[in-house]
Nanobody
Framework: VQLQASGGGLVQAGGSLRLSCAASGRTFSSYHMGWFRQAPGKEREFVAAITWSGSHTYYADFVKGRFTISRDNAKNTVYLQMNSLKPEDTAVYYC??????????????????????WGQGTQVTVSS
């Protein structure tokens, strides 16, 4: 599946952005979806994930209560609504897909190595 992320930009602290990730090429509902981010000089880190049906969502502790992941399988799109943004949220945000058929157990949503398709990233900059 090919992924195209969009929606990043420059926003003041306390503001909001909604990221979108459009998928094409394969059956979107065959994939769990995740968002990761990478700040300059730091490793890529997990932000949020959602199962193929949308029935389960997972969040990193540092975004709980501020970010919401959702998906629309009819539109082949996953979203990340980001509220109450902080300067430390500044990073390139990536969407990623993990095939349901892979059958990974445990905390599969956390491991970037288990995602087989990645979008190109979208820059989010939060000014103080």
């Amino acid at each position: 599946v090919q992924l195209q992320a969009s929606g990043g930009g420059l926003v003041q602290a306390g503001g909001s952005l909604r990221l979108s990730c459009a998928a094409s090429g394969r059956t979107f509902s065959s994939y769990h979806m995740g968002w990761f981010r990478q700040a300059p000089g730091k490793e890529r880190e997990f932000v949020a994930a959602i199962t193929w049906s949308g029935s389960h969502t997972y969040y990193a502790d540092f975004v709980k209560g501020r970010f919401t992941i959702s998906r629309d399988n009819a539109k082949n799109t996953v979203y990340l609504q980001m509220n109450s943004l902080k300067p430390e949220d500044t990073a390139v945000y990536y969407c990623a897909a993990q095939a349901v058929a892979s059958g990974y157990g445990g905390r599969w949503w956390l491991d970037a190595r288990l995602y087989t398709s990645w979008g190109q990233g979208t820059q989010v900059t939060v000014s103080s």
